[in-house]
């Protein structure tokens, strides 16, 4: 199994910046992409950003392109997700998610799934 522990969560003002990390453990070798999402109240989950752990593979929402930026470590085993210029619409409970090494690169299903970081935008 894959274990994924989000924090860095947290309040701030529109136009700020928060960095999110997610740590994974456990069978990580079974992971080949790292994601972020994010949920808002009554909106469903969205894809916010994507990495792999062992290509240039790096793909992010239309919305948070040149805000947001993803990283990783790979000795860490840590993802981040850089947030600048925050927008009150960008507030939601953001989520680490894995893929399997089973799936393809472009395959939308992720595998694994952290309890997530609360992210509040105020105007």
């Known amino acids: 199994q894959v274990q994924l522990e989000e924090s860095g969560g947290g309040l701030v003002q529109a136009g700020g910046s928060l960095r999110l990390s997610c740590a994974a453990s456990?069978?990580?070798?079974?992971?080949?992409?790292m994601g972020w999402f994010r949920q808002a109240p009554g909106k469903e989950r969205e894809f916010v950003a994507g990495?792999?752990?062992?290509?240039?593979?790096?793909v992010y929402a239309d919305s948070v392109k040149g805000r947001f930026t993803i990283s990783r470590d790979n000795t860490k085993k840590t993802v981040w997700l850089q947030m600048n210029s925050l927008k009150p619409e960008d507030a939601a409970v953001y989520y680490c998610?894995?893929?399997?090494?089973?799936?393809?690169?472009?395959?939308?299903?992720?595998?694994?799934w952290g309890q997530g970081t609360q992210v509040t935008v105020s105007s």
């Open positions: 990495i792999a752990w062992n290509t240039p593979y790096r």
């Open positions: 998610a894995a893929k399997s090494t089973t799936r393809a690169t472009y395959d939308g299903v992720y595998d694994y």
């Open positions: 456990g069978r990580t070798e079974r992971t080949s992409i």
